[in-house]
């Protein structure tokens, strides 16, 4: 059974960092395309970033580039989202998600990953 859970979620300041953590079970996540999503209140969910599985580059979203990090995580079959510089507008839940198939720029557009973490709040605010 596949699992992703994602952690690291909780209230910040503007202009500070947090750093969310993915963590699956049931496949091997370097195989995947693995993408972090969010979706703030009223809206529909955008993509932020993604590292494609077909060339292992990472893509980001205009809003977030330059602040946000992603990388394949030093524990196994993990990944994380390092945000910094936050903005108010950045408070949504993320989530990470992972698809065999789905790859190259456009990995952070697409939204028809297989799999689907249950999500952590971020919460932007003084």
């Known amino acids: 059974q596949v699992q992703l859970v994602e952690s690291g979620g909780g209230l910040v300041q503007p202009g500070g960092s947090l750093r969310l953590s993915c963590a699956a079970s049931?496949?091997?996540?370097?195989?995947?395309?693995i993408g972090w999503f969010r979706q703030a209140p009223g809206k529909e969910r955008e993509g932020v970033s993604c590292?494609?599985?077909?060339?292992?580059?990472?893509y980001y979203a205009e809003s977030v580039k330059g602040r946000f990090t992603m990388s394949r995580g030093n524990v196994r079959n993990t990944v994380s989202l390092q945000m910094s510089s936050l903005k108010p507008e950045g408070t949504a839940v993320y989530y990470c998600?992972?698809?065999?198939?789905?790859?190259?720029?456009?990995?952070?557009?697409?939204?028809?990953?297989?799999?689907w973490g249950q999500g952590t709040q971020v919460t932007v605010s003084s």
């Open positions: 590292i494609s599985s077909s060339d292992g580059r990472t």
């Open positions: 998600a992972a698809d065999p198939v789905i790859s190259g720029s456009g990995c952070y557009v697409a939204l028809e990953y297989d799999y």
């Open positions: 049931g496949l091997k996540l370097d195989t995947y395309t």
